[in-house]
């Protein structure tokens, strides 16, 4: 199970911090990533992290913003958001797979097999 957490309100060049804590099961052998639907609007890639942390991946969008990390004796992964933008608005869900290795094909959400319920994310301009 994964839990989402972090969301809010905050104003155009602000930051906020995503936390993803993975229950159940060890997320240490498992890539993590993040992802975000806005509403009439498909879910996006947003960030990615290898399970050993060593290998991360951004959607050009949020490239030089964003950055993904993660705390595997905490089974967390988390989404640094900073210089936040109106268009950055979206529900930010986490997602988890195992896969022998993290590549940008996993940019795709059907690859990811397990999801988080969603952390609501609003930036006003």
């Known amino acids: 199970q994964l839990q989402a957490s972090g969301g809010g309100l905050e104003q155009a060049g602000g930051s906020l911090r995503l936390s993803c804590a993975a229950s159940?099961?060890?997320?240490?052998?498992?890539?993590m990533g993040w992802f975000r639907q806005a509403p009439g609007k498909e879910r996006e890639f947003v960030a990615a992290?290898?399970?050993?942390?060593?290998?991360?991946y951004y959607a050009d969008s949020v490239k030089g913003r964003f950055t993904i990390s993660r705390d595997n004796a905490k089974n967390t992964v988390y989404l640094q958001m900073d210089s936040l933008k109106p268009e950055d608005t979206a529900v930010y869900y986490c997602?988890?797979?195992?896969?022998?290795?993290?590549?940008?094909?996993?940019?795709?959400?059907?690859?990811?097999?397990?999801w988080g319920q969603g952390t609501q994310v609003t930036v006003s301009s």
């Open positions: 992290i290898s399970w050993s942390g060593d290998t991360t």
């Open positions: 159940g099961r060890s997320s240490r052998s498992y890539n």
């Open positions: 997602a988890s797979t195992y896969s022998a290795k993290l590549s940008p094909s996993h940019a795709n959400p059907t690859l990811w097999a397990y």
